[in-house]
């Protein structure tokens, strides 16, 4: 996978134009209304994230393409959307590389757990270790609200299933690996001094 990066979009502009053709070749939208959508792409989230396919000459082609939208129920959690690899390029594993990276930027951003939703990908992102869990909402508080003043009429159902993942925080190796090297060197120092005392003991015994 050397040759394709994972980049945000907002800190690679000129991919944009790539970018809302490959997610309109998917589900088709105004040009207008999907660049619109991708400008908001920073930071803080939303973000945009694109895998770039590195062609050789300094040629990168844009391969492929998710969202990462905030939940503001949820602020040490992250929802991602829009997922999408050009069709001439999946099932090579792409899907996977982009999902996987997108984690490590995730955890990056301090967040911890990823919620997604599928109508028929399901088996995809179980593979990534995805579970299935209740739904949820990345609208905030003002929907829920507007819901309960609209509804005793139940939702209609949806072919939706939500999933979620948690994140493992990255171990921090190298605090472990110090420890250890301090350990050994406690355990080294006083077998030191053990054989010092060993042999001054033999020496003082043969005096004796
Ligand atoms: C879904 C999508 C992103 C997967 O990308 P991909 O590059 O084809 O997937 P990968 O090659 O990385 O597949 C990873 C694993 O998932 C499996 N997989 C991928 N798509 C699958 C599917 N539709 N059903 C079952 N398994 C699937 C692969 O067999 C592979 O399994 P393995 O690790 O055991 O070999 C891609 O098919 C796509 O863009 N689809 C159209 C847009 C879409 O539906 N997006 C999802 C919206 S929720």
């Known amino acids: 996978m050397d040759d394709f990066d994972v980049l945000p979009l907002h800190r690679n502009k000129h991919f944009t134009k790539q970018c809302c053709d490959l997610i ?7 040009e207008t209304a999907r660049l619109y959508s991708l400008e908001n792409s920073c930071d803080t989230l939303p973000t945009s994230l694109v895998l770039v396919k590195n062609d050789g000459n300094n040629c990168k082609t844009v391969i492929g393409h998710l969202k990462l939208t905030p939940i503001p129920s949820m602020p040490d959690s992250v929802f ?3 997922v999408v690899i050009k069709t001439n390029q999946r099932g090579l594993g792409l899907g996977k590389h982009l999902m996987y990276k997108s984690e490590e930027y995730i ?15 399901k088996e995809f992102y179980l593979k990534l270790g995805y579970v299935g869990c209740q739904s949820i909402s990345i609208y905030g508080s003002f929907s829920s609200a507007v819901n309960k003043l609209t509804t005793n009429i139940p939702p209609p159902p949806s072919k939706k299933q939500y999933m979620k993942k948690k994140l493992i925080p990255k171990i921090k190796i190298n605090v472990r690996y110090q420890n250890c090297q301090s350990s050994l060197k406690t355990i080294a120092r006083s077998l030191r001094n053990r054989r010092l005392l060993d042999r001054t003991r033999d020496r003082l015994n043969k005096k004796n």
């Open 24 to 30: 309109n070749s998917e589900w088709p939208r105004s």
């Open 107 to 121: 955890k990056t951003l301090g967040l911890k757990t990823v919620y997604l939703s599928t109508i028929d990908k």
């Open 80 to 82: 991602v959307e829009t």
